[in-house]
């Protein structure tokens, strides 16, 4: 019933910034924490980011002091603010509830150039 569709995200140089949306439709209500997600070429899907319902937030040591997430509720979208974007952060981007996972959508590609 919950969908999410990411965008936001490009081609880059390292040192640069991004800044991905995450937009839910459908039964919004039942969502609590969300995070985001990454999927690196021959990699397993690993967490970056998570967001609960009361702010508490968690990430991944990789991405700690250079992303931030943050919502907004009205709009019902989670942002992911990528800084000092470096190679290693090349992956496709997705988001999602973490207590109720839905499907997973395309996600949205992010290509840092050394």
């Known amino acids: 019933q919950v969908q999410f569709v990411e965008s936001g995200g490009g081609l880059v140089q390292a040192g640069g910034s991004l800044r991905l949306s995450c937009v839910a439709s459908g039964s919004t209500f039942s969502i609590n924490a969300v995070a985001w997600y990454r999927q690196a070429p021959g990699k397993q899907r690993e967490l970056v980011a998570g967001?609960?319902?009361?702010?508490?937030?968690n990430y991944a040591d990789s991405v700690k002091d250079r992303f931030t997430i943050s919502r907004d509720n009205a709009k019902k979208t989670w942002y992911l603010q990528m800084n000092s974007l470096k190679p290693e952060d090349t992956a496709v981007y997705y988001c999602?509830?973490?207590?109720?996972?839905?499907?997973w959508g395309q996600g949205t590609q992010v290509t840092v150039s050394s």
């Open positions: 967001l609960s319902t009361g702010g508490s937030t």
């Open positions: 999602n509830a973490i207590v109720r996972p839905v499907a």
